[in-house]
């Protein structure tokens, strides 16, 4: 090991081969005086292969001499290795007695690793990371083989757990989702907290400019979005107001949303905003939103910009209001001063940041929004930013696209909205337009839902805690540590 010289590393055994299929049991919860059934399912969840996944990304390899030209954010590569390590735990947890007998002393130093692991977290310098990468890389090269061809591990999650963690907005307020094959991208609104309907599916343009914008966002609209998201500082408003002038739909069947991203004409709003009105081809916004909390959520220019927002609202130019990139914190400050509050907040929503860039290990934004009556929009469901885990290549991800025979992507934004969230997909691609576009013929049942939403504590729990404290441990991480 790097800081403790060389040890022999026991190859692990596999152990035998298992059928990749669910098993379903009844079993009775009595709730008060009331019986009630619920079902137990069992999953072959891929701990080693995600282990070993995360392990060898390109960003975390270029971090494997510690910070340097190539390892500019040690940070997302160290969160990656915890996300690898809390997966190897789980593989070996999960080994029958004898086996775990049998590979002590390798079981040793996978906790020694972990422990390591969050010690970086808890003093970042130089020395911790490299300490925690030489002997977790020297491990992991060991076990290579096992983790690649390792069976997955067989869980059984029961009924009763369901009642514990994820306070989501869980069935989704006044949120209707279709299921049928015929569902259309636009048949899903949720009620915002003024009475404005808002489609929950929308076509986000972030990167797409010039005649690739036109072109993407105008077929989005021939085959049934209704709700588009640019913004100021995505240079393509004019390409997306060509485009809904060129889809000749009426132009109350849209929802068009922008946003004012630069902060420094936040005392200026308005001006920008008769600029935005040219160049979406419209005479209002269905909702419009500030980018960013600029200098502070409670600063002079946020306070200006709202108040220029809500005579904008009372004068009918502006449907509904939001905010993006908002903690509870900045909504807090926010809803201080505001008379007419924001029923919108656009964040980054992933199965590893679900709800805001850096996961509150202490409260949900999820359960805050709910309590305020504000609707989540997530953003960059299946981009890794701001880490590196890339969501639609990992194997806990697959292996539910699999099970469900959908794509990664339709498996990962059915997820959200079910939590409550809407969800703006963008590319550039026709195919991947359509497929984005049918997440309404198939859902997720309550099991799985627990598997995707339980992925962040495989990422932020450490060794001895498990975090998020307000997501169910749903891979017993707490078990066995």
Not at 105 to 128: C, G, M, N, R, V
Not at 365 to 391: E, T
């Amino acid at each position: 090991m790097a800081s403790q010289g060389s040890f022999w590393l026991n190859p692990l055994v596999s152990a035998s081969m298992r059928p990749l299929v669910s098993l379903w049991a009844t079993c009775t919860l009595l709730v008060g005086d009331v019986i009630i059934f619920a079902l137990v399912e069992d999953f072959d969840i891929p701990f080693a292969q995600a282990a070993i996944f995360a392990a060898e990304l390109p960003r975390v390899r270029d971090c494997d001499n510690g910070p340097s030209n190539s390892c500019k954010n040690p940070f997302v590569a160290m969160t990656a290795w915890r996300y690898a390590s809390n997966n190897l735990r789980r593989a070996v947890a999960n080994l029958p007695e004898s086996e775990r007998q049998m590979h002590r002393s390798t079981i040793a130093l996978i906790a020694q690793i972990s422990a390591e692991i969050e010690t970086f977290f808890k003093e970042p310098t130089a020395e911790t990371m490299m300490i925690a990468v030489g002997n977790a890389r020297q491990v992991f090269d060991a076990l290579r083989d096992w983790m690649t061809h390792s069976p997955p591990t067989r869980m059984q999650l029961d009924g009763e757990a369901v009642r514990v963690g994820l306070p989501f907005l869980y069935g989704g307020r006044s949120l209707r989702l279709p299921s049928h094959p015929q569902a259309q991208p636009g048949d899903a609104e949720v009620r915002l907290a003024n009475g404005v309907e808002m489609p929950v599916l929308g076509f986000g343009t972030w990167q797409l400019i010039g005649q690739q914008c036109f072109e993407a966002t105008l077929h989005a609209l021939k085959i049934g979005y209704r709700h588009v998201d640019t913004a100021q500082s995505y240079g393509n408003e004019a390409e997306v107001g060509r485009a809904v002038a060129a889809a000749g739909l009426p132009r109350h069947e849209l929802f068009l949303v922008t946003k004012l991203s630069n902060p420094e004409e936040y005392t200026a709003l308005r001006a920008r905003f008769e600029a935005q009105l040219r160049e979406l081809r419209t005479d209002y916004l269905d909702l419009y939103m500030l980018h960013s909390p600029g200098p502070g959520a409670s600063s002079e220019a946020t306070r200006a910009a709202w108040q220029s927002m809500e005579q904008l609202y009372h004068e009918g130019r502006i449907r509904a209001l939001g905010v993006s990139n908002f903690g509870p914190e900045e909504l807090e400050s926010l809803l201080s001063f505001a008379t007419v509050p924001p029923v919108y907040v656009q964040n980054k929503f992933s199965v590893y940041t679900p709800g805001e860039q850096r996961v509150n290990h202490d409260v949900s934004i999820m359960s805050y929004l709910k309590d305020k009556n504000i609707v989540m929009m997530g953003y960059s469901v299946i981009n890794p930013w701001p880490g590196v885990i890339p969501p639609l290549q990992d194997p806990h991800v697959t292996a539910m696209a699999a099970r469900k025979q959908k794509t990664p992507s339709q498996v990962l934004h059915r997820w959200a909205l079910q939590l409550g969230a809407g969800v703006i997909p963008k590319s550039a691609s026709a195919a991947r337009i359509e497929e984005n576009a049918r997440l309404f013929d198939f859902s997720l049942s309550d099991t799985e839902m627990r598997l995707l939403s339980g992925m962040v504590t495989l990422v932020e729990s450490t060794v001895s805690n498990i975090v998020p404290k307000w997501v169910e441990d749903s891979f017993s991480l707490g078990v066995g540590v």
